[in-house]
Antibody
Framework: EVQLVESGGGLVQPGGSLGLSCAASGFTFSTYWMSWVRQAPGKGLEWVASINQDGNEKYYVDSVKGRFTISRDNSKNSLFLQMISLRAEDTAVYYC???????????????WGKGTTVTVSS | DIVMTQSPDSLAVSLGERATINCKSSQSVLYTSNSKNYLAWYQQKPGQPPKVLIYWASTRESGVPDRFSGSGSGSDFTLTISSLQAEDVAVYYCQQYLSPLSTFGQGTKLEIK
């Protein structure tokens, strides 16, 4: 079964740091583009970052550039999001999502995890 | 960035009736080189992650009931549910993926009248 399982969410103070992980299973992780998408409480979806198969091509939404870093470890079938200088507006459920096989940098997401919650508050 | 605007924000439809949700992009998401519209539709039920319904504006994802259909081209798109079922109550989002900096619409909440 194709599965994405996020972890690492929690409560962090403004200005703090947090690292999220996404464990992939049921497919050949190293051959897919991957993304993080977030959803603030009661709000819509916001794409956050994407990374290619080799990890050498990355994209970020403007609001997180310089603060968030997307990375992957294909040997461990894992996707990561390192977040620093966190703000209240970063509070959200963070979803790990996969691109369809064969996609380039422009893709919809065909598999989603259940999400992990990040709360930035003092 | 490409801005996606959905209408209406919320919609109440009777069971068995048609539901129509619109999505407009601030610039065309039609890539003329391959004649594909880089537009997807998602369904999100409470407490669940989004689920893709439609991609390339009109291609139904495997396993999605055929009462769901997508249409449109360029900057104007529509998601239609031909005969609303109780399990279709959800929030629906459109997404453009013409750019690597993907963007979503604000969502349309669909309820039963």
């Amino acid at each position: 079964e194709v599965q994405l399982v996020e972890s690492g969410g929690g409560l962090v103070q403004p200005g703090g740091s947090l690292g999220l992980s996404c464990a992939a299973s049921g497919f050949t992780f190293s051959t897919y583009w991957m993304s993080w998408v977030r959803q603030a409480p009661g709000k819509g979806l916001e794409w956050v970052a994407s990374i290619n198969q080799d990890g050498n091509e990355k994209y970020y939404v403007d609001s997180v550039k310089g603060r968030f870093t997307i990375s992957r470890d294909n040997s461990k079938n894992s996707l990561f999001l390192q977040m620093i200088s966190l703000r209240a507006e970063d509070t959200a459920v963070y979803y790990c999502a996969r691109a369809p096989y064969g996609s380039g940098s422009c893709y919809y997401m065909d598999v989603w995890g259940k999400g992990t919650t990040v709360t930035v508050s003092s | 960035d490409i801005v996606m605007t959905q209408s209406p924000d919320s919609l109440a439809v009777s069971l068995g009736e048609r539901a129509t949700i619109n999505c407009k992009s601030s610039q065309s998401v039609l890539y003329t080189s391959n004649s594909k519209n880089y537009l997807a539709w998602y369904q999100q039920k409470p407490g669940q992650p989004p689920k893709v319904l439609i991609y390339w504006a009109s291609t139904r994802e495997s396993g999605v009931p055929d009462r769901f259909s997508g249409s449109g081209s360029g900057s104007d798109f529509t998601l239609t549910i031909s005969s609303l079922q109780a399990e279709d109550v959800a929030v629906y989002y459109c997404q453009q993926y013409l750019s690597p900096l993907s963007t979503f619409g604000q969502g349309t909440k669909l309820e039963i009248k």
